[in-house]
């Protein structure tokens, strides 16, 4: 049909807990949003932009952010999605990670 429309969040992350026993895994923190022009995502860390050509400990997975083989020191803290298209930017709610 060819309609704008701004994008608007099907799935936002949640907090998430990270057993510390899992010795080779990953976080997975969901995010997803429809629009047209379909959307393209950033992620922040406590309020910092996560540079994906930096580092191949994070990746996109879709909007989803993947973290693998988090560090406890490195990672914890809050994560935000943020999706974006030429009608604008949406920021998704914050989700905490934490390691127990």
Not at 54 to 62: A, F, I, K, P, T
Not at 78 to 100: D, E, H, V, W
Request: proline residues 6%; charged residues 20%.
């Amino acid at each position: 049909d060819g309609l704008l429309s701004h994008p608007i969040f099907t799935q936002e992350p949640h907090d998430v807990i990270f057993p510390l026993d899992l010795s080779k895994s990953e976080v997975i923190l969901k995010c997803a949003a429809n629009g047209y022009p379909s959307p393209h995502y950033r992620w922040k860390q406590n309020g910092t932009d996560i540079d994906f050509t930096m580092s191949y400990h994070y990746r996109l997975d879709g909007g989803s952010l993947a973290i693998s083989s988090p560090y406890t020191d490195q990672d914890i803290g809050m994560y935000q999605c943020l999706a974006t298209n030429l009608l604008g930017t949406i920021l998704s709610r914050k989700a905490k990670l934490q390691f127990a």
